[in-house]
């Protein structure tokens, strides 16, 4: 019994450009971070505490969430090992750009950080670790939402292009909710952030789209 034609688009896909993938997202990964911690360690102005909500109590700290809430740089890797055209490539590479320099323009006109939560870091050896490097500034938006959102969008418009069974939607899906739930589960985030990250990703996923699928 042959394996379904969405299955076998899979390693022509994967190996499609791999050169160019392999150099550039690294690449643009690096030039994000250097930008980021610049902005987040050099704020040009007064920093403003974001408020904690409803939300923020109703879902707590839990610390189980951090694997989830690091995965993202996974997540964020699906959408362009899916694609397999140069122009489509350029376009994603190009939406990405949009998103962090948005995000990074947000930071810098408007400091943001998350209110300092009463909890012993130290008792969470990770957390220490991420606090360490991540610290509570640059929190709205939430670009770990905004690119959780963002290639949640591209993930789906790609699996449903090669006609991926709905499974696979599904738990594209759940990855994408899990990542969202962390950002405020991990205490990085409050609900505010995420609200806004998840507003932005979803506004450059709309505006800057995949090629459409070709007519049956």
């Known amino acids: 019994m042959s394996a379904p034609s969405w299955f076998r688009e899979l390693p022509p896909r994967l190996r499609s450009h791999w050169r160019l993938k392999s150099l550039w997202i690294p690449v ?4 994000f971070f250097c930008a980021y911690f610049l902005v987040l ?8 505490v974001m408020p904690a909500t409803a939300p923020d109590y109703w879902i707590g700290f839990h610390p189980g969430s951090l694997a989830c809430y690091v995965s993202l740089w996974i997540y964020v890797l699906i959408p362009p090992a899916l694609m397999d055209e140069l122009p489509e490539l350029a376009r994603f590479a190009r939406a990405a750009v949009i998103l962090a320099v948005a995000g990074l323009a947000a930071f810098v006109g408007w400091p943001t950080a998350v209110p300092p939560w ?39 418009r790609l699996l449903r292009r090669m006609g991926a069974p709905g499974f696979f939607r599904v738990l594209n899906a759940a990855w994408c909710a899990g990542i969202l739930y962390s950002t405020v589960a991990t205490r ?14 979803a506004l450059v996923a709309a505006a800057v789209r995949p090629r459409p699928a070709p007519l049956s």
């Open 41 to 48: 360690r050099h704020p040009l102005r007064r920093v403003t």
């Open 118 to 156: 009463d909890i012993d870091w130290s008792r969470y050896g990770a957390f220490a670790s991420l606090k360490s490097v991540d610290a509570t500034g640059n929190a709205c938006p939430s670009l770990h939402a905004a690119f959780a959102v963002f290639c949640g969008v591209w993930t789906d």
């Open 28 to 31: 643009f990964m690096t030039a």
């Open 188 to 201: 990085q985030h409050v609900a505010v952030d995420l609200v806004a990250g998840a507003f932005l990703g």
